[in-house]
């Protein structure tokens, strides 16, 4: 019987990958942003800030931009810097949980769907479709109403959104994938259809997994950010990006600098995980290599 090709070495990507993406232009400043807040958000999710966030200062109330507040102070007096970063941690602490949840309970029923095929396939696929039947937003919405507000329950609010996106993306690999000789060769040998999704499948998914899981956390701090700007998400007194451009919204003619700073930082934030999930693309996809 003629060798079989190992999975690992037909399909997943070939080593070297920082080498490629740091020859990426779109990857490496996608890297260094997402970088840069990853540290100030685990700054200030440990309280590593200016001023404690929630520390009123009644006589410096809206101050603009300064030596003593780099970014201003809000309507309480609050440091607008410190906030940012603690809304960083809990921003970040949201995409994080979310993402993760929704990864690992949407890659698993993909992978069993596609694998499984037939009558399993149908039923999962078709009941993720009810979830992709509803917008993003109404669909998370409807979610944390029900469960009430708060950080974690935005999370999981996020993740019932983004799994049924996850099933997608793992299913259609594992479909191309189950044809292929090493895994009939795995099947002819008697390997039980656990080990064979977990040895032989699972690595040749990573690649579009690893792309989604960036773009997925780009989506999640927008949403977070949406929920929370509705007073869904996390909850005054602590700090989100979101809750900031709520409370500054009507000062903001006056006082620009109470959503400029969390506006600039929502958009950096997203676009940093979009431009990493773009260099990722780019470097995991053998087709676009040439195109690069």
Not at 41 to 54: C, N, R
Not at 209 to 214: A, C, E, F, G, T
Not at 256 to 262: D, E, H, T, V, Y
């Amino acid at each position: 019987m003629a060798a079989v090709t190992s999975p690992t070495e037909t399909l997943t990507p070939s080593p070297g990958i920082m080498r490629r993406l740091s020859r990426n232009l779109s990857g490496m400043v996608g890297l260094v942003i997402v970088t840069t807040f990853v540290i100030i958000a685990i700054l200030g999710a440990l309280g590593i800030t200016p001023y404690p966030s929630v520390e009123q200062h009644v006589r410096d109330r809206l101050k603009p931009p300064n030596a003593a507040y780099i970014m201003g102070t809000d309507l309480f007096g609050r440091d607008i810097t410190s906030r940012v970063m603690e809304g960083a941690g809990n921003s970040f602490k949201v995409a994080f949980i979310s993402v993760f949840l929704a990864s690992v309970v949407g890659i698993t029923l993909g992978m069993i769907s596609g694998f499984a095929g037939g009558r399993v396939d149908n039923l999962i696929m078709r009941f993720m479709d009810i979830f992709f039947a509803f917008p993003s937003l109404l669909l998370a919405l409807v979610v944390v109403t029900v469960m009430g507000p708060g950080l974690i329950q935005t999370a999981l609010a996020i993740a019932v959104v983004y799994t049924p996106i996850f099933a997608r993306v793992a299913r259609a690999p594992v479909l191309a994938a189950k044809e292929r000789e090493f895994v009939l060769a795995a099947r002819c040998l008697g390997m039980r259809p656990a080990r064979i999704l977990l040895r032989h499948i699972f690595p040749n998914t990573l690649a579009p997994l690893i792309v989604q899981i960036s773009l997925a956390l780009s989506w999640s701090l927008l949403t977070e950010a949406g929920l929370s700007f509705l007073g869904l998400g996390t909850q005054p007194p602590a700090a989100s990006w979101g809750v900031m451009l709520s409370e500054g919204r009507s000062l903001a003619e006056k006082s620009p600098w109470l959503i400029i700073f969390p506006g600039l930082a929502i958009m950096l934030g997203v676009l940093g995980f979009n431009l990493l999930g773009d260099g990722l693309r780019d470097v995991l996809d053998p087709r676009m290599r040439g195109t690069r």
